[in-house]
């Protein structure tokens, strides 16, 4: 019965995966939730970054001190996942295309920020930086500007969220980044091989692949692990559960 028990708990845990990230003053827990839905927990501080899936997903967690959401796309900004959540306490940060389709009153206060900015928001820094396709295009999916990547300082660590974008020149000359997670699905933002070339260029201590679901399923993670240790091999390629139902 132990032994079962035991393997329960092995199971159970493991759907549900959190990182503990040691920082100057205090740990990062990271919580993978879904696609490019993620939570991090610091010092009190609770972050949901673009909550998507349904308010059910974040079953278990707190509620938000602050949101980021990165862009307009509904994977990214989700009004219904945004409706069943308590966002009494949340600052949502935006870019001012998804600060314009927040119905008003939504969250404690609306913070836009757009590429270049850098706040001070509840303790944390925060920097917006560019995210977008390439080449840039006027029909692009994700033009320059309209949406931000960003980066989030947290006791001394920092840590880079990519949002929908191709391997641009603003992420390749990133520096000093502690944590990141990047994108790779086509056609929306980039393949493998760019995801991992691009991390090879700026090479974080930590990097996660998420949003990797493409039109044509799952992007190969182990392959993006690979390629990446091959010419980093000081890289922590972490790869975890962003798609519990497959």
């Known amino acids: 019965m132990k032994k079962l028990f035991i393997l329960f708990f092995l199971i159970s845990s493991s759907s549900f995966s959190q990182d503990l990230i040691p920082t100057s003053s205090g740990e ?18 609770t972050i949901y970054v673009d909550p998507y899936g349904g308010a059910s997903v974040f079953d278990g967690q707190k509620k938000p001190d602050m949101i980021l959401i990165t862009d307009i796309h509904g994977d990214h900004h989700n009004q219904e996942t945004l409706d069943g959540l308590d966002l009494s306490n949340a600052i949502i940060i935006a870019p001012k295309a998804v600060a314009e389709k927040l119905p008003e009153g939504s969250g404690k206060s609306i913070q836009i920020m757009n ?8 303790g944390i ?41 191709e391997d641009i020149p603003e992420m390749r000359s990133l520096k000093d980044i502690d944590v990141a997670f990047v994108c790779m699905n086509l ?26 679901r493409g039109t044509d399923g799952l992007a190969d993670v182990e392959k993006f692990k690979s390629t990446v240790n091959t010419k980093a091999p000081e890289v922590d390629v972490r790869l975890r559960n962003w798609y519990p139902q497959n």
């Open 115 to 122: 590429n270049g900015q850098i706040e001070m928001i509840s």
């Open 187 to 212: 056609p929306y933002t980039m393949d493998v091989d760019q995801a991992a070339d691009a991390v090879t260029a700026f090479k974080p201590e930590i990097v996660y692949p998420y949003h990797f």
């Open 28 to 45: 990062i827990k990271v919580t993978p939730i879904l696609h490019g839905t993620v939570v991090l927990e610091y010092q009190e501080k």
């Open 125 to 165: 820094t925060i920097s917006a930086i560019p995210m977008y396709n390439l080449p840039e295009t006027e029909d692009s999916r994700h033009p320059k500007g309209r949406g931000n990547g960003y980066i989030l300082e947290l006791g001394g660590k920092k840590v880079y969220l990519s949002g929908d974008t």
